[in-house]
């Protein structure tokens, strides 16, 4: 590429196409290249007459008609929607994850005998008791509060992690459906 540059540089202004070095192959030069948004000039085969300059013609220019500007409006709007179900679909899964943490922050409090009269320990106990009290009682040990409270809970932590990641996924599906429609629906640059 560097190469090609190079050469096109060192072309004065009106010489023809420059050989690249692979056999069938010319790079034209910046004098040959057309502007944008016109089509570039066709060359005169290899040993036929030209008569005067080659002049450019212009493609023709074709507006795109209000079928393709509510095509693009409708693929920007899925594509908007999709971006947005995918977020919160990460919330979810967010959430979650922080509940688990909490429940998890709960157990290892109680498992080290933290001191349940403190401010702290009170609230993340009551915390962990909201999100996982309908678990508390699923399994008893003879003799291990301490044991049950950990086993329960910790069941609790692996239903909101696998219930979170469930609902994200669903979720984040929606609005992956929404990014698709929006790349199948968008107009394609005519430029």
């Known amino acids: 590429m560097r190469l090609r540059r190079r050469r096109e540089a060192e072309a004065p202004a009106g010489e023809g196409p420059i050989e690249t070095g692979r056999p069938g192959t010319t790079t034209m030069t910046g004098a040959e290249r057309a502007p944008v948004g016109q089509a ?61 943490v909490l429940i998890v922050l709960a157990i290892v409090l109680r498992d080290v005998d933290a001191n349940a009269s403190n401010t702290i320990v009170k609230g993340i106990h009551d915390g962990a008791n909201f999100f996982a009290g309908a678990f508390t009682g699923l399994i008893t040990f003879s003799g291990h509060p301490k044991r049950a409270i950990t086993v329960d809970w910790g069941i609790a932590v692996l239903a909101y992690l696998l219930v979170g990641a469930i609902v994200s996924r669903l979720i984040a599906g929606v609005g992956r459906g929404g990014l698709r429609f929006e790349r199948r629906h968008r107009a394609i640059p005519t430029h």
């Not at 300059?53 to 008609?65: D, H, K, L, Q």
């Not at 500007?69 to 994850?97: H, N």
């Open 40 to 100: 570039p000039a066709a060359r005169p085969r290899e040993g036929a007459a030209t008569e005067g300059p080659a002049r450019a013609e212009p493609a023709p220019v074709r507006r795109r008609g209000i079928g393709w500007r509510t095509r693009d409006a409708a693929g920007a709007t899925a594509g908007a929607i999709g971006s947005g179900v995918i977020a919160l679909a990460r919330l979810v899964m967010l959430v979650a994850t922080l509940i688990a």
